[in-house]
C-alpha cells in the first residue's frame, strides 16, 4: 500500500522573549569575565573565579544552541501520524490511525496543564505534549487510554484533513 504524506509542518521555538531573555544572560556573563578575567577586578565580594564564570558562559551558548537547533516536526499521512522533537528524539516516532481511539483539535493552556513548553508531561492525567509555541494541539487518545497532545500552528490545515479521513472512514464501512 503506498503511503501518502498529506501533512507536514516543522515548529522552533522562534519567540523573541526566550531569545531575549537568552541574550541578557549572556551579555550579564559576558560582563562579568571582561571585568574579571581581562582587567583582573573581582565582580563583587563573593566573586566567583575564572574557572566557573567561563564554564557558565559556555553553558549559556551551549544551551542557547540547543534551542537553537530544537524543533517539532509533525507528519500526518494514511498510515498515521508521525511527531519527533529533534535533536532529544532523533528518529520519528509514529502512530497509527489503528491505534488511535479519538485524534482531534483542541485549545490547551501550556503553563496550567503541562507546565510550559517543550516535551512536557502532566501530572494531572492529560497524559504527554510535545510544543513549541501557542495553544492549539493536536490532541491524540490511544485506545489503551494514554494521550498524547502535539502543538500546531496550522490547526485549519489539520482540521481539514481530519475531516477527509472521516469521510473516507465513514465511506469505507
Known sequence: MKDYQRFSETQK?????????????????????????????????KAFDNASLLIGFFFMLLLSLLFFIMKLETRISDRGIDVRFFPIQLKFRHYRWEDLDQVYLREYSPLSEFGGWGIRYSFLGKGRALNVSGKTGLQLVFKDGGKLLIGTQKA????????LYKIQKNNSR
Do not use: D, N, Y
Open 13 to 45: 521555538f522562534r519567540q523573541w522573549w526566550l531569545w531575549f531573555l537568552f541574550a541578557g544572560i549572556k551579555g550579564v556573563m559576558g560582563f562579568f569575565i571582561v571585568t574579571q578575567v581581562l582587567f583582573g577586578e573581582p565582580f563583587g565580594s
Open 156 to 163: 485549519f490545515e489539520i482540521e481539514q484533513l481530519l475531516e
